[in-house]
């Protein structure tokens, strides 16, 4: 919908260019950076040290440039959230400090609760144990004793989420357990 209007498709293409100039990335950096935007669903991997959680904020900032110049255009859109996983909460602390350090102004600690989603500015709630103090005023028990429904909600949909994970995994076993069955059933070949 950006693109059917040229100034924000302008401006689009500027703070983007803008963005990845102040970045500096790398190249290969740069072309996960292209993939994580091309694409619904991306993964970066590598080593430590690559430059995945930098990658990773720069992303999350081109998301949020691109979410921001969507609701322009069209006013009636949400705020869709930007999803960040990790397998360790130090690597999702240092991510998100990362991207508020990044972006100030777009996530005040103390900043109005309601209404962020029908248009206010963006939100950051740290689901989970934040270990990392600069967190604290994200985390979900302080916005939680701050009366959010905001929060209320994403921990009734992270309890949700939680049991598929569960069921998944159930599923998962029983299927091992079935095709381990199987192979004594039909022999290995004897």
């Not at 935007?37 to 999350?60: D, E, M, R």
């Not at 500015?121 to 989970?128: E, F, H, T, Y």
């Amino acid at each position: 919908e950006i693109r059917q209007n040229e100034t924000l498709a302008t401006q689009l293409r500027r703070e983007l260019a803008d963005l990845v100039a102040s970045a500096t990335l790398d190249q290969g950096q740069l072309v996960n950076f292209v993939d994580g935007l091309l694409n619904a669903v991306h993964l970066t991997q590598g080593p430590p040290g690559t430059g995945k959680s930098y990658l990773g904020v720069v992303v999350a900032r081109a998301l949020i440039i691109i979410r921001r110049l969507w609701k322009v255009q069209n006013p009636s859109v949400a705020s869709a959230p930007i999803l960040v996983l990790s397998y360790k909460n130090h690597a999702t602390d240092e991510f998100l400090a990362d991207l508020v350090k990044a972006e100030p102004g777009l996530f005040p600690p103390n900043g109005p609760v309601r209404g962020w989603r029908g248009g206010g500015g963006a939100r950051l709630v740290r689901m989970g144990k934040a270990g990392d103090p600069r967190l604290l005023p994200y985390s979900e028990s302080t916005l939680a004793c701050r009366g959010d429904p905001d929060v209320a909600q994403c921990e009734t949909e992270l309890r949700r989420l939680q049991g598929l994970r569960a069921a998944c995994h159930r599923v998962c076993k029983a299927a091992m357990l079935f095709a381990s069955h199987q192979l004594d059933m039909f022999g290995s070949g004897e």
